[in-house]
């Protein structure tokens, strides 16, 4: 008994030669793993050596493989092994709940990933169930096809192609990403374009043995972006990339959700200036920064404050919103303006509020005002 032979190592992985089993006379007596009907040793046209089912063999699902399926586990195999890491053909899990045509192990055996040549027929559903399984025994995975599939972009996956005369290795034309940051040259004003530059994800080409070995050694990883990427005529939820693309993409994302939320403020704000309904959202946004219960604390304290001063009593205007209150409510004596409490310190300009006591809850809020407050300007903080 040898054990399970390897077609893809030089010593069928038993320190059995190739000739042994291959066109051997006698035969040599082999059989099949998964279904236990016999099998023969075959060389391709391509020279991929593989093992194939004699005739009226069962339904096996290795017994359905193509050459090319086989040809796709050499390479993938190869590559592994290129990368330092372990490679073994036809694994099958704890329990027997997925099996893998080729499952690389790092040299310690800790890391394991799955590399599926999937050239036949198979659902979105189907393979996300696969690939679920194999993620709850703590298993990667990287489907692999020669076109694509409706289910490239739904987990991790590639397409591949064939080498041509001129390069002897496989090439991954979809799958892995790279994040570019352009100059804008689109849009003619500067408000268009919150930042004057686009991140784009463009299409990585790259052999299959580099992809293999960056991959291996985490230098490419399975990302999932917050909006589905367009590449290759697929959309991908699931995209391969270098930690540093996904940090620079995921910065610029941030930086040009704050420049549109910016912009639109702006906008908002350039709005308020003349129309009160775009006003009146700038003030109920403002003052709901503030409890219900600090609102009535200042109110009274104010009350009392400006009695104790003027010796008058002082009127709440609510219904005044006006862009010179910088989100404030105005209060007046005698029919007057006499102050405004609680106003945004972004908004404020002095110029309008000139000779205006300004109230505030705290200290902090008093020292936020103060820091552009023309000399002279009274802010008092009323609430401890």
């Not at 990585?204 to 043995?209: G, K, Q, R, S």
Request: negative net charge; aromatic residues 8%.
């Amino acid at each position: 008994m040898r054990g399970i032979l390897d077609a893809t190592l030089a010593d069928l992985g038993c320190a059995w030669s190739w000739d042994a089993v291959h066109r051997a006379r006698p035969r040599v007596e082999l059989a099949c793993p998964e279904c236990a009907h016999r099998v023969h040793a075959k060389v391709s046209p391509r020279g991929t050596r593989y093992f194939a089912h004699d005739p009226s063999g069962p339904n096996c699902a290795m017994a359905g493989e193509s050459v090319d399926h086989h040809l796709l586990k050499l390479e993938l195999a190869t590559a592994i092994r290129a990368a330092g890491h372990q490679a073994h053909l036809e694994v099958r899990g704890p329990g027997g709940h997925w099996r893998a045509d080729v499952l690389s192990s790092s040299p310690d055996g800790v890391l394991q990933m799955a590399w599926e040549a999937q050239l036949s027929a198979i659902t979105p559903q189907e393979i996300d169930e696969r690939t679920q399984r194999l993620a709850a025994d703590g298993v990667g995975v990287c489907w692999v096809s020669t076109r694509l599939r409706p289910w490239h972009g739904v987990v991790p996956s590639i397409v591949v192609t064939p080498p041509s005369k001129d390069d002897p290795d496989w090439q991954v034309t979809a799958g892995p990403a790279f994040f570019e940051i352009e100059e804008c040259y689109v849009h003619e004003k500067p408000w268009q374009c919150p930042l004057g530059e686009h991140g784009l994800w463009r299409r990585l080409e790259i052999t299959l043995p580099a992809f293999v070995r960056r991959v291996l050694e985490g230098s490419v990883v399975v990302h999932q972006p917050t909006e589905h990427v367009y590449l290759s005529d697929c959309s991908w939820s699931d995209m391969w990339s270098s930690p540093h693309h996904i940090t620079v993409a995921t910065r610029f994302g941030t930086a040009e959700r704050e420049g549109q939320q910016r912009q639109a403020r702006e906008s908002l704000e350039w709005h308020a200036r003349k129309w009160p309904d775009a006003n009146r959202v700038l003030v109920q946004e403002w003052q709901e920064n503030l409890p219900e219960d600090t609102w009535q604390a200042l109110h009274s304290a104010v009350a009392q404050w400006i009695r104790v001063e003027t010796r008058k009593e002082p009127s709440f205007r609510t219904q005044w919103i006006a862009w010179n209150w910088a989100c404030g409510v105005p209060v007046c004596v005698d029919g007057r303006p006499y102050g405004v409490i609680h106003p945004d310190p972004s908004k404020v300009d002095w110029k309008l509020l000139t000779r205006m006591v300004i109230f505030v809850p705290s200290d902090t809020d008093r020292q936020a005002l103060l820091r552009s407050a023309p000399e002279g300007t009274r802010v008092v903080a009323l609430l401890p």
